[in-house]
């Protein structure tokens, strides 16, 4: 089985799990460039990210924004597809990769009659959310204080 049939298979399993995903192929900016603004939400929750995309300088910032809005509109899709509740505050993203795309080739005229080649590379975005499992707060019981015992309490202000 092929790397490209592999990860389409695992994004499809994904999804039947409940999570959404949302892609974005040939986005006009190097991977490089792009893997720098994806690192810095990779693994957190879906508002805090687009917060961190909002306000970043990055060009590239924008793009992966767009991305993730349509990650959540198609998570909100599929619960009212599915008769289900998504709440979008415990959305988190679980997976988010840059793919180096189809580069575009153009030549520029140098010295003597050459023409050197430059390539313009593209990027493929991917973006995966999943749900987070809310954890049921357990109330601890009221730790007795040294008071309410009877015990004494040590003293600080003596040093020896």
């Known amino acids: 089985m092929s790397e490209r049939s592999r990860l389409r298979a695992a994004r499809h399993a994904a999804e039947k799990k409940g999570v959404s995903s949302a892609i974005q192929?040939?986005?006009r900016q190097?991977?490089?460039k792009m893997r720098l603004v994806i690192d810095?939400?990779?693994?957190k929750?879906?508002?805090?990210?687009?917060?961190?995309?909002k306000f970043s300088k990055k060009h590239a910032a924008k793009q992966i924004e767009k991305v993730l809005n349509s990650a959540v509109a198609?998570?909100?899709?599929?619960?009212?597809?599915?008769?289900e509740s998504v709440d979008v505050d415990t959305l988190y993203i679980s997976h988010a990769?840059?793919?180096?795309?189809?580069?575009?080739?153009?030549?520029?005229?140098a010295a003597q009659g050459r023409a050197t080649p430059i390539r313009k590379r593209t990027s493929h975005v991917e973006t995966v959310l999943d749900a987070r499992e809310e954890k049921p707060r357990v109330s601890r019981p009221a730790r007795e204080t040294a008071r309410s015992t009877g015990k004494a309490s040590r003293t600080s202000g003596s040093k020896k």
Not at 74 to 82: C, D, M
Not at 102 to 107: E, G, Q, S, Y
Request: hydrophobic share 35%; charged share 25%.
């Open 25 to 27: 192929r040939t986005a």
């Open 30 to 32: 190097s991977p490089y």
């Open 40 to 43: 810095q939400i990779r693994g």
């Open 45 to 53: 929750d879906v508002n805090e990210a687009l917060g961190l995309l």
């Open 74 to 83: 198609n998570a909100e899709f599929k619960s009212r597809e599915g008769s």
């Open 97 to 109: 990769i840059v793919n180096e795309g189809p580069a575009l080739r153009r030549f520029m005229p």
